[in-house]
């Protein structure tokens, strides 16, 4: 019998919620899941000692690569969760073998801070940020 009752009683509770326009949907909860999310952009130009502009060097960075143009300008990014200091290494590699010289590789770190990002949606997405990073090469000894 009491079972019948909170069966009767909830089923009221509901039809009188509805009656007067009660709304419990989905996107009127103030909750999110996911992570927070920004977008770390690293551009400059590699250069061999003497100041000229190398092309083809590849530019990695966070699995983002691009290869130098004929200026030695270069442009690759990282989608990353921002830390208070977010810091990722550049990869730079000589894979045109002796087309243009040869030239030593180098790893170069460059890190970001949080008040750096700008331009977030005020949810999960807290903006982006870009630096300019310019590399000198160095030739390999023959």
């Known amino acids: 019998m009491k ?6 009683k909830n089923w009221l509770l509901i039809s009188l919620a509805g009656v007067l326009g009660i709304n419990v949907s989905c996107d009127q909860m103030t909750e999110e899941y996911g992570c927070p999310m920004a977008d770390f952009n690293v551009k400059g130009k590699v250069t061999d000692a ?14 983002y690569c691009d290869t130098t ?17 977010s810091r990722f290494d550049v990869y730079f590699a000589d894979i045109d073998g002796s087309e243009n010289g040869l030239f030593e590789n ?28 310019d590399v000198t090469l160095q030739r390999v000894e023959e």
Do not use: C, Q
């Not at 079972?3 to 009767?8: C, E, G, H, P, V």
């Not at 180098?106 to 949080?114: E, L, Y």
């Open 3 to 8: 079972i019948k009752y909170l069966k009767l």
């Open 50 to 63: 003497d100041g000229n502009a190398i092309r083809g060097i590849k530019v990695e960075m966070d699995y």
């Open 69 to 85: 143009d004929a200026n030695g300008y270069y442009s690759v990014r990282a989608n990353s969760i921002p830390g208070d200091v």
């Open 106 to 133: 180098d790893t170069v770190g460059v890190s970001f801070t949080r008040s750096e990002l700008t331009g977030g949606d005020g949810h999960w997405y807290e903006g982006a940020a870009t630096k300019t990073l």
